[in-house]
C-alpha cells in the first residue's frame, strides 16, 4: 500500500459512519476538527509549518523561495454520510506531492501551500465554499446569524470551537498566491467512459441556490374538501416535478431539490407549510443568466394556481468561470510528461477553484470516479488511478514553480 492510499483510509477513519461506509465530516464539526489536527501531524512530520487561519482555512506551508505561494488545495468537510474521495483526495494529493518532492529535493522558486478550505459543501448551515470565499476576501457577515438543523447559529458553531465570527475578515490573504491548483475526483462518468487517465478543466458551471417556503393552511385532512385545500406539499411536489421537467427539455442545465420539509407533519393534517431547497446549473453563460428569473416565474405560477403564499430566499449563486490556460496547459504538458491520457472537460460541479479562479490563475485536475458516483458511500477511484493524479499534479507543480 503506497503513502497515498493509507493516507485516504486513514482520514476515513475519521467521521466514519459505521455499517454504512460513509464519512461525515460537516463544517465545525468535532469530526471535521480532528481531521485538521490529522493533517498538521502528517505536515509536522515532512517539515511543513500546520496552521489554521480565522475562518477555519487549515493549511501547510512549504516556506521555499521567494514571492507569493503556489496553493494546493481542497477540502475535508463532507455531506452526510458521503464518500472518502470527495475533497479528501484532492487535499492528500497535494500532501503526497509535497511529500514526494521534498523527498526528492525538488526546490520550489516560490512557495508552496497545501490548504483545506473550511465547509466547500455548505451542508450544516448552507454557507457553500465558505472558506475559499473568506481567503478571497468576500463579504460573509450577513451568514452569522444561519442556522443548522438544531437551531444553532453559525457564530455559534465558530465559537464553540475557539473561533470569532467577527475575525473572518483577516482570512484574506488571496494577495499571497500567485496560483492555484486543484485534484478532485470528476464526480461523474465522463473519464470513466473515455477510458482517460486524467480530465483537465476549462471551466466550472454556474448556479444558482436558493430557499423556498410555501405556505398554504393546515386543516383536518378527513374533513376538508379536495378542492378546498390548500395544500403546501402539492405546491412542493409540483416544483419538484416542474424543475425537474424545465432542466430536461433545457441544454446543459440540472436541477434538484435536495432538501424538503413539511408542517406540521401529521398523518392526518393537511400540510400547512413546506420548504424545499432548489440547486440549479448551467456552464452556459447565456444559460446561466436566464436561470434564477425562469425558476423564480414556475415557484410564482404554482404558488398562484395552488393558492399559496411564497418566500424565496437566494442561498448562494455563483457564475460560471473559464480557468487558467497556461494552468492548463501546463496540466497537459504534466500529463504528457508522466504518460498519462488526458482530455479536457468542463465541470459540472461546483469547486473552490471558480471563488479563486476570477482573481488568481486556477486550474483542476480531475481523476476519474467509478460509476460517476458521489456524495454516496459507494464513490470509488482505484488506487492507482489515485496515484497517476498525484504524480501528474507534482509534475504540474515542478512546472508551475520549478526554477
Known amino acids: 500500500m503506497d503513502e497515498l492510499e493509507r493516507d485516504l ?14 464519512v461525515t465530516r460537516v463544517a465545525w464539526s ?26 477555519g482555512n487549515a493549511f501547510l506551508r512549504w516556506p521555499a523561495g521567494d514571492g507569493p505561494a503556489l496553493l494546493i488545495g481542497s477540502h475535508l468537510d463532507t455531506v452526510p454520510h458521503g464518500g472518502r474521495f470527495d475533497g479528501a483526495l484532492g487535499v492528500l494529493s497535494g500532501l503526497d506531492v509535497i511529500r ?19 465547509d466547500e459543501e455548505g451542508t450544516r448551515f448552507g454557507t457553500a465554499l465558505f472558506g475559499s470565499r473568506a481567503f478571497a476576501g468576500a463579504d460573509l457577515s450577513g451568514l452569522a446569524e444561519r442556522r443548522d438543523a438544531a437551531g ?10 475557539g473561533f470569532d465570527f467577527d475575525a473572518i475578515p483577516a482570512a484574506a490573504q488571496l494577495d499571497r ?42 386543516n383536518h385532512a378527513g374533513t376538508t374538501p379536495m378542492t378546498l385545500r390548500r395544500d ?37 393534517v393537511v400540510p400547512g407549510a413546506c420548504e424545499l431547497t432548489v440547486d440549479i446549473r448551467s456552464a452556459d453563460p447565456g444559460v446561466y443568466g436566464t436561470l434564477d428569473a425562469t ?21 448562494y449563486r455563483l457564475e460560471p468561470v473559464p480557468l487558467d490556460t497556461t494552468i492548463i496547459d501546463a496540466f497537459e504538458r504534466a500529463a504528457e510528461l508522466e504518460g498519462a491520457t488526458a482530455r479536457r472537460m468542463p465541470s459540472g460541479a461546483g469547486h473552490d477553484a471558480q471563488i479563486l479562479a476570477p482573481h488568481v490563475p486556477a486550474g483542476m485536475l480531475f481523476v476519474p470516479s467509478r460509476g460517476g458516483i458521489s456524495h454516496n458511500p459507494a464513490e470509488y477511484t482505484t488506487p492507482g488511478q489515485c496515484a497517476i ?15
Open 9 to 22: 483510509l486513514d482520514l476515513a477513519a475519521i467521521g466514519g459512519a459505521g455499517e454504512s461506509g460513509g
Open 30 to 55: 468535532e469530526g471535521l476538527l480532528a481531521a485538521y489536527a490529522w493533517l498538521a501531524r502528517q505536515g509536522a512530520a515532512i517539515g511543513v509549518d500546520p496552521a489554521i487561519d480565522t475562518a
Open 100 to 118: 514526494t518532492l521534498r523527498r526528492d529535493g525538488f526546490a520550489p522558486r516560490c512557495p508552496v501551500w497545501l490548504t483545506a478550505f473550511m
Open 152 to 161: 444553532v447559529t453559525l457564530r455559534e458553531a465558530m465559537q464553540a470551537r
Open 177 to 218: 498566491v500567485r496560483g492555484y491548483l486543484e485534484l478532485h475526483i470528476e464526480q461523474g462518468p465522463v473519464l470513466e467512459h473515455s477510458g482517460d487517465d486524467v480530465g483537465i478543466v476549462t471551466s466550472i458551471v454556474g448556479l444558482v441556490g436558493l430557499h423556498v417556503r410555501l405556505e398554504g393552511q393546515a
Open 232 to 268: 403546501a406539499l402539492a405546491g412542493g411536489a409540483r416544483a419538484v416535478l416542474e424543475l425537474r421537467e424545465l432542466a430536461r427539455r433545457t441544454a446543459g442545465v440540472t436541477a434538484n431539490v435536495g432538501v424538503i420539509s413539511v408542517e406540521p407533519g401529521g398523518k392526518n
Open 295 to 315: 425558476a423564480r416565474g414556475l415557484l410564482e405560477r404554482i404558488a398562484r394556481e395552488e393558492a399559496l403564499e411564497l418566500t424565496v430566499s437566494e442561498l
Open 389 to 403: 493524479g498525484s504524480r501528474v499534479l507534482a509534475r504540474a507543480v515542478t512546472l508551475l514553480a520549478g526554477a
